[in-house]
T-cell receptor, first 115, second 113 residues
Framework: DTGVSQNPRHKITKRGQNVTFRCDPISEHNRLYWYRQTLGQGPEFLTYFQNEAQLEKSRLLSDRFSAERPKGSFSTLEIQRTEQGDSAMYLC?????????????FGPGTRLTVL | SQQGEEDPQALSIQEGENATMNCSYKTSINNLQWYRQNSGRGLVHLILIRSNEREKHSGRLRVTLDTSKKSSSLLITASRAADTASYFCATDRGTGGGNKLTFGTGTQLKVEL
């Protein structure tokens, strides 16, 4: 059973460029989460999917951010017109649905550096 | 915004000693979880304690939860150099359909040989 995978692991881009990250959750996990973590801080929630439906978005997710999960499997997170303040680690997590399955399993993250 | 605050921010101990980290949070919760993060990597789930539980054990880990004080503690016994990492508490309020986590600021643990 493979864990959550994220690609790319590192991304360096220039300010103003668009970037897209991919997350492949653990198979059969119908819940998928995106978090952002800046240096020295804990992760902060960005958005959450149940199957293909995006059910919640944080205020941190500005109009430049968009996330999709078109077939209820992998998810993409796109940042348009990147800013230096977007530099962070972007973490994806998945979990199965159910009362006894609240544990979220995290991927290795994508580290974004905006120059 | 961060829900929790871990205390201390940094902790340095010798191998074989016990390490205790504390977490305080602000709102009512469904459960509280502890995660470990090695430098620059993803988070590894350690243990989950529900709001109706007071203490839980897993191997060398012991977690307590005091909902009246809105606080939790993580004890790592007989620490090893491999335990060197950042430790985060995360709360799940259980609101809505999802189980989004709100993380604290973390405790950096260094275990020296």
């Amino acid at each position: 059973d493979t864990g959550v995978s994220q690609n790319p692991r590192h991304k360096i881009t220039k300010r103003g460029q668009n970037v897209t990250f991919r997350c492949d959750p653990i198979s059969e996990h119908n819940r998928l989460y995106w978090y952002r973590q800046t240096l020295g801080q804990g992760p902060e929630f960005l958005t959450y999917f149940q199957n293909e439906a995006q059910l919640e978005k944080s205020r941190l997710l500005s109009d430049r951010f968009s996330a999709e999960r078109p077939k209820g499997s992998f998810s993409t997170l796109e940042i348009q017109r990147t800013e230096q303040g977007d530099s962070a680690m972007y973490l994806c997590a998945s979990s199965p649905q159910g009362f006894e399955t609240d544990t979220q399993y995290f991927g290795p993250g994508t580290r974004l550096t905006v120059l | 915004s961060q829900q929790g605050e871990e205390d201390p921010q940094a902790l340095s101990i010798q191998e074989g000693e016990n390490a205790t980290m504390n977490c305080s949070y602000k709102t009512s919760i469904n459960n509280l979880q502890w995660y470990r993060q090695n430098s620059g990597r993803g988070l590894v789930h350690l243990i989950l304690i529900r709001s109706n539980e007071r203490e839980k054990h897993s191997g060398r880990l012991r977690v307590t939860l005091d909902t009246s004080k809105k606080s939790s503690s993580l004890l790592i016994t007989a620490s090893r150099a491999a335990d060197t990492a950042s430790y985060f508490c995360a709360t799940d309020r259980g609101t809505g359909g999802g189980n989004k986590l709100t993380f604290g600021t973390g405790t950096q643990l260094k275990v020296e040989l």
